[in-house]
């Protein structure tokens, strides 16, 4: 067979469409939508080639829409656990060794494919299912999915290029190979682009997984399993099984050839499963790599030198972008008391403007959350915020659960800094306030890192000073930190992204630090001419 040094295409972002009205995407997606949203659903197991359903089902509601009845997902018995990991160690042997640039066209084919004809079926399964707006679903659906796929495959090129030191006397080589056994990936309801990532970037290493989703995202989990499908992924790499998450989980964690979990989700989560790994680390043939990125409580800190109006709109979308159920969305505020009227009023402006309803409607900036136990856990805050003394409503405050799991975007002001909301975090489109006397700056950076996360943080300022200030205190308070922006929206090859403390393991999701931790380099050491004699040159004398 003919070889050659193979180049992959050069990774760039996918551009995100605007979908403003008259654009033939905007007619695209509703159409999507309409037709996915009319129609009944079944999301079988992909256990092998197979597509099981098992008769064991959940019903699928969109978040904005509880009754309407998309369809139902089928779930896992203890049986098809060790079904999907059968599945997936019988594909190994030939995927791990199969030539890189054929496991690099299947992803950069799945890329495309989404870039292309399933662009507004995922759009619409994530509008749908997940209940994001369509920008929202654009940028993570689409573009964040493709840029995690391209991007990795030249993020793997330029590890398998990295060779160490040879002399003419030997060749040292290392060889990059999967990890011996599969990986559990464990995904979040937050983001598509996550949930086909953390399956897909051990795969790409040549590691076979079984990968479960959120019940929350299976809707457009559905159609991340069509896309590898139609990619030419060979069955059994990827097997996706849903259920009950602590029997399935349970089921992976006891097997010997468990080699690696790939989890984003809760920090409570991970840590538990953290813990049962370490309980059955002695069945295991190896260590295995525990990557993990989790909640967070990001903020945004204003020096009394920041423009107010900008300081409004870093709350305004770092705060309730997708109902603030990113991670990474702005949680907990400090601004400066000289600063707040102001500020105040450009935010309870934005607001007020915002639009709420179904993302069917394009000009609803604000949808719903994801389920009712979001909805009932942010209720509950709210309500303690109307009661509490030490906190007050300023703008939002009302839910409604009658036809979705509307909550309005609400901004609490406080004169607690440890009060509830400026510590737990909610994932919902709450945001709390603290105001601090102006010349109290240290002191306040002081206050913004004490806090269990470490996942994303905001300064904004017009003075370099208290920029460079921050930026130094604030050094492990946020594993993305923003100068003058909001704390989301990290981009695929320029923000890579992950937090530590509690907030993960910080192996950032799609850069080259990630794909590291999928496999295992054997050296091998070639000498040309091996020595016949055992003496020192100076034995020999
Ligand atoms: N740091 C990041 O990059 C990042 C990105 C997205 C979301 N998140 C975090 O994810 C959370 C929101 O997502 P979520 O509500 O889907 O999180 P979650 O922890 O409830 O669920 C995440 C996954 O874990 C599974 N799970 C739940 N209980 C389990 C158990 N006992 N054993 C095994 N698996 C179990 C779920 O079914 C799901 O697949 C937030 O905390 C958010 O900050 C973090
Ligand atoms: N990558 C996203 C966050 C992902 C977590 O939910 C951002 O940067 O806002």
């Known amino acids: 067979m003919g070889k050659g040094v193979f180049q992959v295409p050069q990774a760039v972002n996918e551009p995100v469409k605007s979908y403003a009205p008259g654009t033939p995407e905007r007619d695209a997606v509703l159409k999507a939508y309409k037709e996915l949203y009319n129609s009944k659903v079944e999301v079988p197991l992909y256990i092998g080639g197979e597509e099981i359903k098992t008769g064991?089902?959940?019903?699928?509601?969109?978040?904005?829409?509880?009754?309407?009845h998309l369809g139902d997902y089928h779930k896992a018995s203890k049986e098809h656990v060790e079904k999907a990991i059968k599945s997936a160690l019988e594909a190994r042997e030939k995927w791990a060794n199969l030539e890189w640039e054929q496991r690099a066209a299947v992803f950069l084919k799945a890329a495309e494919l989404i870039a292309g004809p399933y662009r507004y079926k995922i759009n619409a399964a994530t509008m749908i299912g997940q209940s994001k707006n369509i920008f929202q679903a654009e940028i993570d659906s689409a573009c964040e999915l493709?840029?995690?796929?391209?991007?990795?495959?030249?993020?793997m090129t330029r590890i398998y290029e990295e060779q160490p030191e040879s002399s003419s006397e030997a060749w040292n080589r290392l060889e990059y190979r999967p990890l011996e056994g599969f990986v559990y990936a464990v995904t979040p309801f937050n983001f598509t682009a996550i949930a086909g990532n953390l399956p897909s970037a051990p795969a790409l290493m040549g590691n076979v997984a079984v990968w479960k989703p959120s019940d929350s995202q299976v809707y457009s989990a559905r159609v991340i399993m069509e896309v590898f499908k139609e990619a030419g992924l060979p069955d059994g790499v990827i097997n996706m099984v849903m259920g009950d998450p602590k029997m399935i989980s349970d089921t992976i964690l006891e097997n010997r050839d468990f080699a690696g979990l790939h989890f984003t989700g809760s920090t409570t989560v991970f840590k538990n499963l953290w813990k049962q790994i370490g309980e059955n680390i002695h069945n295991y043939r190896s260590y295995p790599r525990i990557v993990g990125e989790t909640g967070?409580?990001?903020f945004i800190i204003a020096h009394p030198s920041a423009k107010p109006k900008?300081?409004?709109?870093?709350?305004s979308r770092g705060a309730f972008e997708f109902q603030g159920q990113k991670c990474s969305a702005a949680s907990r505020v400090y601004l400066p008391k000289s600063m707040w009227e102001e500020?105040?009023?450009y935010v309870v402006e934005d607001v007020k403007s915002f639009k709420m309803g179904s993302p069917e409607d394009m000009s609803n900036f604000i949808t719903a959350v994801i389920h009712e136990a979001s909805f009932d856990k942010l209720a509950k805050f709210i309500d303690a915020a109307k009661n509490d003394s030490d906190a007050e409503i300023v703008?939002?405050?009302?839910?409604?659960?009658?036809?979705?799991?509307?909550?309005?975007?609400?901004?609490?002001l406080t004169n607690d800094p440890k009060y509830s909301t400026m510590c737990t975090e909610l994932f919902g489109p709450v945001v709390t306030v603290y105001l601090y006397e102006d010349e109290k700056w240290n002191d306040t950076l002081k206050l913004v890192d004490d806090n269990e996360y470490a996942l994303t943080g905001a300064i904004l300022s017009q003075d370099r000073y208290a920029a460079a200030e921050a930026t130094k205190a604030l050094q492990n308070a946020?594993?993305?930190?923003?100068?003058?922006?909001?704390?989301?929206?990290?981009?695929?090859?320029q923000q890579p992204f992950g937090g530590a403390r509690g907030s993960g393991t910080n192996d950032k999701a799609g850069s080259i630090l990630n794909l590291y931790r999928w496999i295992s380099p054997r050296t091998i050491k070639e000498t040309f001419v091996p020595p016949t004699d055992y003496r020192y040159p100076f034995l020999g004398e």
């Not at 493709?146 to 993020?155: A, G, P, S, T």
């Not at 900008?310 to 709350?315: D, G, K, R, S, Y």
């Not at 939002?396 to 009658?402: E, P, T």
């Open 56 to 68: 064991d089902t959940a019903p699928m509601n969109p978040p904005h829409d509880h009754q309407h």
């Open 146 to 155: 493709i840029d995690f796929l391209r991007f990795n495959v030249e993020y």
């Open 296 to 298: 967070g409580k990001d």
């Open 310 to 315: 900008q300081v409004a709109t870093a709350i």
């Open 343 to 345: 500020v105040k009023s």
């Open 395 to 412: 703008v939002g405050g009302n839910y409604d659960k009658s036809k979705g799991w509307f909550v309005e975007p609400t901004v609490i």
């Open 478 to 493: 946020a594993g993305n930190f923003y100068i003058n922006d909001k704390p989301t929206g990290a981009v695929v090859g």
